[in-house]
């Protein structure tokens, strides 16, 4: 497999806080990867860096070897990256299928293509078989503002599909999400993987990332630490002092 996304040597600082030192991290075509670390280590400042949300300090982010390191947000969605957040953006005024049909007319612009509303009929039908992919086509006419916390995760999965990106970076998906729904999201991921989408997962819930990812990074501190199969970060010392303090393998 070829390497689809990298960042290499990343550093980004905040005024005086050095959130990222030196992190380095890749993602293989086709690979459901994992991202993992405590709160503050610099997961989730990766994924602003690697989308274009931040600029980083020095390093650099590329894509199929290409560097991406200044491009928009925008810019890197368009050539084949997409990503989720902690907190769903999501309109909730408006019904599922419209914010599936918003994120169909991305190129135009949330707002006006909010405002321009129905669609053509193929984006219709397109929008429909992702909510039924993720098991929210009954929900179609449901405001988004109703919908539990593990349905707005699901649905802005589903908006994300409509894009078709090369790889997907999910930030914390199972947070507040009930078990029931997280299976469901583990199969999506799964059956979307079999298909040759690449993932990189940033999670805190172990028994997830263990379970789906074939690779898994931690980092600590802003560095990376290790980088390994699952079964090699559980029996790494390093990981087992810095990320859980000396807990039981048994949580890792």
Known sequence: MSTLLEAAGVCKSFGGLQALSDTSLSVE??????LIGPNGSGKTTLFNVMTGYERCSAGEIRLRGESIT???PERVFALGVGRTFQITRLFFRLSVLENMLV???RHEGWI?????GAGSAAERRRALELLEFVGLSRLANTPAGNLSYGQRKLLELASLLVADPAVLLLDEPTAGVNPTLINQLSERIRE??????TFLVVEHNMEFVMGLCRQVTVLHQGRTLVTGTPDEVRANPAVLDAYLGGADDDDL
């Not at 075509?29 to 994992?34: C, D, H, L, S």
């Not at 006006?112 to 321009?116: D, H, P």
């Open 29 to 34: 075509e086709g690979q459901v990867a994992g």
């Open 112 to 116: 006006r293509s909010a405002m321009r």
């Open 70 to 72: 200044r491009a928009t």
């Open 103 to 105: 994120a169909t007319q």
């Open 192 to 197: 979307l993987n079999r298909t040759g989408k």
